[in-house]
């Protein structure tokens, strides 16, 4: 009977500690837009993903997912750890974002996800352990909460976490607002970031040869090609997503402009992006790492004189055929002669040493409005480069090695 007895209150000795300790190791975490995509209020929460979840939380910590808008914090949902694993041990089932580590639920220990909105007096009550101790709230904007003020994982005190386990039946659920839904259709920044120079060079030639797409004509902004031919920029990267993402992509699925992704992407293949009407600017200069071959440089009235092969060219075709190029190959090496800079250099930067020749058609020779193809293109390096220019100036026979 003693027996029993002992082992009865050590048993209730763990669990009233073990409950302590997890209300102890909570943690609020959060998620912006792409975080709930997806998901439809009513949903269990599947888990979470992110990059650094490893050394700060722990099987059995209870995690609160939280959002702001407009000033408002909001909770999400909750779950309890059941385990942690980095991307190549798996991810959660149904969890369909890409993270470097993801956040398993015990079973049965996940809420629904919704909108609750917490009240200004939970909000400013809220604690938490070491660094900033409060929620940060918005000096401009009295009784607005800062909008990154919940983004670094933050640890909660006891009272803390019951309180926001007690907010998730008590605090009012808002209404999905258009922004949400909006946001919830718009694809992560990683998927955005799967179209290379090669993939856009692509959708340009569709484009041009007349391809069907679901995006309407530029209002604000002109995409300008190596040709000098104007497109809009959204549908150009639209085409090039749908090719990298193998499925079909709407105006809906990524935002346009100057600061977004898109435009970012865009400008980083070499293409030019302008207000409407505005011409580009004369003085722009190209990368030198886009193969802008000077012949000879010598120095006139204290000036550079440079000339160039031919007319000057345009760095879009040449990156294209580059990030062609690794995709087939795995690396940037001369075809002529098979050298691999980065082997020689010992350094990734080695990779400058790579240029794009015009083996098909030399640009001194191109028709106006040539519309050049990867396969018309080789990758060279400088030496050889130079080689196989002074042998096509002086008329001479070019062999391979």
């Keep these: 009977m003693r027996s029993s007895l002992s082992q009865k209150l050590t048993r209730d000795g763990y669990d009233r500690e073990r409950k302590e300790r997890q209300m102890a190791n909570a943690f609020t ?7 709930w995509h997806g998901y439809v209020p009513g949903d269990p929460l599947l888990g979470a993903g992110s990059s650094d979840f490893i050394g700060k939380i722990s099987p059995g910590d209870r995690v609160y997912v939280t959002n702001i808008a407009g000033g408002v914090l909001r909770l999400l949902g909750a779950f309890t750890v059941d385990r942690i694993t980095t991307a190549s041990e798996g991810r959660p089932p149904g969890v369909t974002w890409e993270a470097k580590e993801y956040l398993w639920p015990e079973a049965s220990s ?4 919704a909108f609750r909105a917490l009240s200004l007096e939970l909000v400013t009550s809220l604690r938490f352990e070491g660094g900033a101790d409060q929620v940060a709230m918005d000096r401009h904007a009295p009784g607005k909460v800062e909008r990154n003020a919940m983004r670094a994982i933050r640890r909660l005190t006891p009272a803390s976490a019951q309180a926001l386990e007690e907010a998730l039946t008590t605090a009012a659920v808002v209404p999905d607002t258009p922004a949400d839904k909006r946001s919830r259709e718009r694809l992560p920044a990683e998927l955005l970031r799967q179209v290379t120079p090669d993939l856009i060079f692509a959708s340009i030639a569709a484009l041009l040869n007349g391809a069907l797409h679901e995006f309407g004509e ?3 902004y002109d995409l300008i090609t190596d040709e000098g031919l104007r497109l809009p920029p959204k549908a150009v990267f639209g085409l090039a997503l749908a090719r990298a993402l193998h499925r079909q992509i709407l105006p809906k699925h990524f935002s346009a402009g100057e600061g977004s992704a898109c435009f970012r992407l865009l400008r ?5 992006i302008v207000p409407k009407g505005e011409m580009v600017p004369a003085d722009i200069e190209n990368d030198p790492d886009t193969n802008e071959i000077s012949l000879d440089t010598y120095p006139e009235g204290g000036k550079l004189l440079r000339q160039h092969i ?5 760095p879009a075709a040449a990156l294209a055929k580059k990030a062609d190029f690794i995709k087939k190959h795995g690396r940037l090496f001369c075809e002529r002669c098979q050298a691999d800079p980065v082997e020689i250099f010992g350094s990734e930067h080695g990779e400058a040493c790579i240029e794009v020749h015009h083996a098909r058609v030399q640009v ?5 409005n040539h519309q050049t193809r990867l396969e018309d293109l080789q990758c060279l390096c400088a030496n050889c480069h130079r080689f196989v220019h002074r042998l096509l100036r002086r008329g001479l026979p070019i062999t391979a090695n």
């Design 110 to 113: 996940a809420t629904s996800f």
């Design 268 to 272: 980083e293949a070499g293409y030019h």
């Design 29 to 35: 975490i959060y998620w912006g837009a792409t975080g």
């Design 310 to 314: 031919g007319r000057e060219r345009k």
């Design 218 to 220: 530029s209002t604000d």
């Design 364 to 368: 001194s020779h191109m028709p106006e």
